[in-house]
């Protein structure tokens, strides 16, 4: 082998290299910009002191906006529908008052930082709105599925089971 052989080889393997290099760097810089935008939507049952509201929370506790892509709401373990105008109907219409509802239909976003009630009653007290509180912590189950603005990854928010 001459110079010129060896010298060409070693050129070719740093190139090869320098292309590995950047290529890791980009997928890298690329999955970091995903993640700075990454919603996290978070659902809470909130209940604080007797003569508060209290309800079923949503926060996007995540640094970018969620979109939202569906929902799955189950009562008593069936299958009622999206979280909407018509499955609210199904659920609230029998309950002896009608707590305040905030539908999260397909294309909606929760910005970054933002909370919504999804169920909320102004004014709860444990004697008169038990069946509130049973409601969304044992009868009710909805599930967000949602994406970043980037798209594509199914993220879900459920309550947290007690």
Do not use: C
């Amino acid at each position: 082998m001459d110079s010129d052989t060896i010298i060409a080889t070693a050129a070719t393997t740093i190139a090869l290299g320098s292309l590995w290099v950047s290529y890791t760097q980009t997928r890298a810089t690329r999955l970091h910009n995903r993640q700075t935008v990454r919603p996290l939507l978070v659902m809470r049952r909130v209940k604080e002191r007797e003569g508060h509201e209290a309800g079923l929370l949503v926060i996007n506790a995540g640094l970018g906006p969620a979109v939202v892509t569906s929902s799955v709401v189950h009562l008593d373990g069936e299958y009622v529908g999206q979280w909407n105008y018509h499955t609210q109907e199904r659920v609230l219409a029998p309950l002896p008052v009608r707590p305040k509802a905030h539908s999260l239909r397909p294309g909606a976003a929760v910005l970054a930082g933002q909370s919504t009630f999804l169920l909320h009653l102004d004014e709860f007290a444990e004697n008169q709105h038990g069946w509130f509180w049973d409601l969304i912590t044992r009868r009710l189950v909805i599930e967000i599925q949602y994406e970043s603005l980037y798209g594509g990854e199914d993220f879900r928010a459920t309550p947290p089971l007690f």
